[in-house]
């Protein structure tokens, strides 16, 4: 058996020991619990290998206080001689429980070859696979070139501004050569990139009047009524007609999407524990949260133009029509080009570890990919890791340990091929 390959199989305790402690520490967000608790942990762990470890409070990012800082770690390990520098980057962040689970969500029980939790598989499985890699790879070749780096950052779940993005944007990024994101999209597939993202708000404005009354006011429901049935008949064949090129996975996502996610009309709801009756009245104001995903073959300016001309449109047909729109959220949409260094490196080690040709996919939302892309600068940058993307964030997650263990053989050998002056096989 090859050195590397001995090194990884040789590991398997340990990488299902990682795992469940990383699992174990109960990382929510929001609000944002225990990210230092996390960042000590690996700490701990990687500094007396040699290691050197930072520690970066986002000062002021969003979500940052006293109460929950969000803290990320940074540990490097320098080689004997220049070369590239490998950075492998995981958010140590996790949604909310949710119900429906029938394990303990952050027991990481170890159940045959899967080991349950809330951030198993996104991504808690990848940030182990790639400290495992990293280090089976050190013990096969101690006098490597340039240096690795591992990351584990704060709140991608919720944009990761307080994690990549705080990063990027002081230049952690401006020495690195090849990034790989551990997200979990299988461990025979690439993913070179995402979609776009635009979050917007609409409201309909109204008059308020009494309900016994209406006709004296004018409901801002009825309004936004319009506007849902404009997007019905126009704007969902419109965008259900668009397709892309991009490798977009599932097959749905190759075209664009608009989702609704709110709708809020008249007064504010009341506590759950609240007994009495609404007031009477006409509401005056109506809005909804839209978040709509759009193509590389699509530009932002047109994007938002569509939505405005279809409030434009129902405006003329309805008299006192009156809207905002306030962006809440956008991103670009970013894909790496398939002969980049780090896709075509890692495509030759899926071949040689799992003996099949790599896949290439794109993610129908985004990930930290946007930070290293658009700030960092960094165009070089892949998501590859463990994992069925399907389990992300629903209940009784979990993570397959054969997986792991192949996907932490590719990574290693991606460090091998690229850093490793007398590479072998696998």
């Not at 133009?305 to 970013?334: H, K, Q």
């Not at 939302?365 to 070089?380: A, E, V």
């Given at each position: ?214 006709f004296l006011g004018d409901c801002a429901v009825r309004h936004m009524g319009a506007v849902l049935a404009e997007m019905e008949a ?41 007994t009495g009756l609404p007031t009477p009245c006409v509401p005056d104001r109506c809005r909804i949260t839209i978040d709509r995903r ?49 896709v075509r490196t890692t495509a030759a080690a899926i071949e040689r570890v799992l003996g099949r040709e790599a896949g290439f996919v ?65």
């Open positions: 058996m090859n050195l590397l390959k001995a090194a990884i199989a040789a590991r398997r305790d340990q990488l299902i020991a990682l795992t469940q402690d990383l699992i174990r520490i109960p990382t929510l967000n929001p609000p944002g619990r225990h990210y230092r608790d996390i960042c000590d942990y690996l700490q701990a762990r990687m500094a007396p290998q040699g290691w050197e470890c930072e520690m970066i409070r986002a000062h002021g990012a969003p979500g940052d206080s006293e109460q929950f800082p969000r803290w990320n770690i940074v540990a490097r390990r320098r080689g004997a001689g220049p070369g590239d520098c490998v950075h492998f980057n995981s958010h140590h962040d996790v949604v909310e429980v949710g119900h429906g689970w029938t394990r303990d969500p952050f027991g990481a029980e170890l159940d045959g070859d899967r080991i349950y939790g809330r951030g198993a598989c996104d991504m808690k499985g990848g940030l182990a696979a790639s400290i495992i890699a990293a280090e089976a790879f050190v013990a096969t070749c101690p006098d490597h070139a340039g240096s690795i780096e591992i990351s584990a950052t704060a709140d991608e779940e919720s944009g990761g501004y307080g994690g990549v993005a705080f990063l990027a944007e002081r230049g952690a990024y401006a020495h690195v050569d090849h990034v790989i994101i551990p997200e979990p999209l299988h461990k025979d597939r690439i993913c070179l990139g995402h979609r776009g993202v635009w979050w917007a708000e609409i409201e309909t404005q109204g008059r308020i009047a009494h309900g016994s009354m209406p126009a704007l969902w064949p419109l965008l259900a007609a668009k397709r892309t090129e991009m490798p977009v996975i599932p097959e749905g996502a190759r075209s664009s999407t608009l989702n609704i996610n709110a709708i809020h009309g008249g007064a504010a709801e009341q506590a759950e524990d609240y759009f193509l590389i073959e699509e530009d932002l300016a047109e994007v938002k133009a569509e939505v405005t001309a279809l409030l434009e449109r129902v405006r003329a047909r309805r008299p006192g029509f009156r809207y905002e729109i306030r962006d809440l959220f956008e991103v670009i949409p970013s894909m790496t080009d398939r002969e980049a260094p780090v794109v993610s129908p939302g985004t990930y930290d990919q946007k930070h290293i892309d658009r700030i960092g600068k960094l165009k070089n940058c892949i998501a590859y890791g463990p994992g069925v993307l399907d389990l992300a964030h629903q209940p009784d997650e979990w993570i397959g340990v054969q997986d792991m263990l192949d996907s932490a053989g590719v990574m290693a050998l991606v460090l091998q091929d690229l850093l490793c002056r007398e590479a072998g096989s696998y």
